[in-house]
């Protein structure tokens, strides 16, 4: 059964920076094509962006430029790494496969955007 924890969100003010975590259990992470996801107050979860097994990334375009998908090396792991945040990045956050269907929903870790 595959296990995802979600951590590192927290309250930030616009501009700053925050890095999300997303460990892994049951599955070897490198052999799938994997995904952020968010899901703001009020709306339906969407897709943040993504990276395929070869390392290719993409990106909604609200995020480009300013989030980056990335595995962790030597971990069944990977990060988010949001940068330059705005309040409509205000989202709880969550990661999974990337394709058509998804494992089990990890806990999420919630990300404010306030000052």
């Known amino acids: 059964q595959v296990q995802l924890v979600e951590s590192g969100g927290g309250l930030v003010q616009p501009g700053g920076s925050l890095r999300l975590s997303c460990a892994v259990s049951?599955?070897?992470?490198?052999?799938?094509?994997v995904a952020w996801y968010r899901q703001p107050p009020g709306k339906q979860r969407e897709l943040v962006a993504t990276?395929?097994?070869?390392?290719?990334?993409n990106y909604v375009d609200s995020v480009k430029g300013r989030f980056t998908i990335s595995r962790i090396n030597g971990k069944n792991a990977m990060s988010l790494q949001m940068n330059d945040l705005k309040p409509e990045d205000t989202a709880e956050y969550y990661c999974?496969?990337?394709?058509?269907?998804?494992?089990?929903w990890g806990q999420g870790t919630q990300v404010t955007v306030s000052s």
């Open positions: 999974n496969r990337a394709g058509a269907w998804y494992w089990s």
């Open positions: 049951g599955i070897t992470l490198s052999m799938e094509d």
């Open positions: 990276i395929t097994t070869i390392g290719t990334t």
